[in-house]
């Protein structure tokens, strides 16, 4: 998780980006063969301004401290997106964020789509639920 300072100095170099800027990075990319040359400039210009957009909120998220004390469970694709990325932590700035909670990173295979468009990813996810659902109910109980 990026640190505040790290978070504001981007948020500076990018504050007022509008969709010509993102269309202009892709065609840098591009040129430099580091984007798909085919690619929709329109289409991935408006995917691209709704990550920022998403990032934004999501970093500016600042999460309560719950009133109980329950297991967290985190369901996340096994198959990375990208092989180039490094590994990082499932469980993210949610252990940071949340410290007192016991969570849980649960793998259900596929990518981030595929997972819920692929009917085995779909009941494998399923049945994690049922777990992590059966594990809370009998904790309760």
Not at 29 to 47: P, V
Not at 76 to 89: M, S, T
Request: with cysteine; hydrophobic share 40%; aromatic share 8%.
């Amino acid at each position: 998780m990026a640190s505040e300072a790290e978070r504001h100095k981007l948020d500076i170099l990018i504050k007022d980006i509008d969709d010509t800027e993102f269309e202009e990075l892709i065609k840098k990319a591009q040129g430099l063969r580091g984007y798909d040359s085919n690619a929709d400039l329109l289409l991935d210009t408006a995917k691209w301004r709704s990550i920022y957009h998403f990032a934004q909120l999501a970093g500016g998220y600042k999460p309560m401290r719950l009133p109980i004390q329950i297991p967290l469970y985190q369901f996340y694709a096994a198959d990375c997106e990208n092989v180039n990325l490094p590994p990082i932590d499932m469980v993210g700035g949610w252990k940071d964020a949340l410290p007192d909670l016991d969570i849980h990173s649960v793998s259900i295979p596929g990518g981030h789509l595929s997972m819920m468009t692929d009917i085995d990813h779909r009941k494998q996810l399923a049945e994690a639920f049922n777990r992590a659902l059966s594990k809370l109910i009998g904790d309760w109980e």
